[in-house]
């Protein structure tokens, strides 16, 4: 049966304004999380918690959780999902109001819970309200106005931090009341969200009950597709807990740089620009990646990254990850640069949506029918490698982080590349079809 496009796209921006919202408040956080945590403990020695070991904490809880999830999405559906996996969020962000270490962590697990029920939830929702035709152009819509989270939340610590070494006690409970409040706002914007079906845009979706939703997760991780897409799926776990958590740590304990503190905020706001400005485009030309497929997109990604890493290996000390440090750069003076630090904040947005965008379209298009489990695998993955990140962010010098990355960067590039191939083979010698006939 036809349904409007018109009102499915629409409630994919509506979903976009949810997720900008509520993550606003989240990778703002997380973006400064160990720089504020620094500050608590030099006001509170009895304050033990590490940022490092909290985000660990709720990317293996994530992990773990998002083997339940499809069999959560089973009877509470897409909506209800993200509602209840955004409220763990706004108790997160709450939670640093009153800063106890038992707090920290307790509300790390709940928020790793939350985490799979949210992602779960809105890759199921994205897909029902897409077609084959239209899901590259609605994942870099998504996408891009997710990522204006980076943008708005950065700006507001950038004036915050403006000029302080310390993050003091008053500042810390201005920026966590704002950024609180606009997470209950996102979480309201999600209960506007209509249930998909024919009323409210898209398809409806069965998943056959919990304990068959979770038989149908296990069976597709061992598919071949899903275990190449699996080695993509990790890259842009240690991506992302690179970019957001080590970066900004590794910047504001570069003591070389005039003002690091403030530089934190200048580089959140720069890797959202970057994630932006590859959703956009993305989005707006969503249909060319669908005819002649989506391999050169992520190549584009691979060689920004591949870019980006030796600019931050040349311009960073590699004592940065651990602590604050005078050691010189490897630029020809020594000194590390400002505006090449802020070009590799913009380099690892880009290459990142460049990446993301492109395993929603691919997810979403080759398992329209099984989108669920096929994202809580994806963000399963993701996760784990993330918490694996923050994990050995403890302890690893910065050129092991960036050999890291470059390995699994190369090899997920290329598994990506070879389910890509298959599925556009695929797709050509098939006919067109509408998946909401």
């Not at 108790?91 to 985490?115: C, M, N």
Request: hydrophobic share 50%; charged share 10%; proline share 4%.
């Amino acid at each position: 049966m036809k349904v409007s496009m018109d009102r499915a796209t629409m409630n994919v921006g509506v979903l976009g304004a949810a997720f900008m919202l509520v993550f606003t408040s989240f990778q703002t956080q997380g973006n400064m999380q160990q720089v504020v945590i620094r500050s608590i403990q030099a006001e509170d020695p009895s304050f033990t918690g590490s940022g490092y070991i909290s985000l660990a904490v709720i990317y293996a809880v994530f992990a773990s959780f998002n083997w339940l999830a499809p069999s959560c999405l089973s009877f509470l559906g897409p909506k209800l999902a993200m509602i209840v996996g955004g409220v763990t969020y706004v108790i997160f962000i709450a939670g640093f109001l009153w800063p106890h270490t038992i707090i920290l962590y307790l509300t790390s697990v709940l928020i790793g819970i939350g985490a799979a029920l949210i992602w779960t939830g809105q890759g199921n929702y994205l897909t029902l309200m897409s077609t084959q035709k239209t899901i590259s152009r609605n994942s870099g819509i998504f996408w891009a106005m997710l990522q204006t989270s980076m943008l708005f939340g950065n700006i507001f610590v950038y004036y915050q931090f403006m000029g302080k070494d310390i993050i003091d006690q008053h500042t810390r409970m201005v920026v966590f009341i704002v950024l609180t409040v606009v997470g209950v706002i996102g979480v309201g914007v999600m209960c506007l969200l209509p249930k998909p079906g024919s009323e409210g845009g898209g398809r409806a979706d069965d998943l056959g009950g919990p304990f068959n939703a979770l038989k149908k997760s296990f069976a597709l991780f061992r598919t071949k597709d899903m275990i190449l897409l699996s080695f993509a799926f990790f890259y842009t776990g240690i991506a992302l807990s690179f970019f957001s958590g080590v970066y900004s740590a590794c910047l504001s304990s570069t003591l070389r740089f005039p003002d690091p503190k403030r530089l934190v905020g200048l580089s959140g706001m720069l890797i959202g620009i970057g994630e932006i400005l590859g959703g956009g485009v993305f989005g707006i030309f969503g249909s060319k990646t669908v005819k002649f497929g989506r391999d050169p997109i992520i190549l584009l990604g691979y060689v920004v990254h591949m870019v980006c890493f030796f600019l931050i290996f040349m311009n960073l000390p590699t004592n940065s990850p651990l602590k604050g440090t005078s050691d010189p750069s490897h630029l020809p003076n020594g000194e590390p640069s400002e505006v090449i630090a802020l070009l590799c904040s913009f380099l690892l947005g880009f290459g990142d949506a460049c990446y993301n965008t492109q395993i929603y379209s691919i997810l979403g298009s080759v398992y329209e029918d099984n989108s669920g489990p096929a994202f809580a695998l994806f963000k399963f993955v993701q996760s784990l490698s993330a918490a694996a990140c923050f994990f050995y962010s403890s302890v690893f010098k910065l050129y092991w982080h960036l050999i890291i990355l470059i390995v699994f960067a190369t090899i997920g590039t290329f598994t990506f590349w070879m389910v890509e191939w298959k599925a556009h083979r695929r797709l050509k010698a098939k006919p067109d079809t509408n998946a909401f006939d």
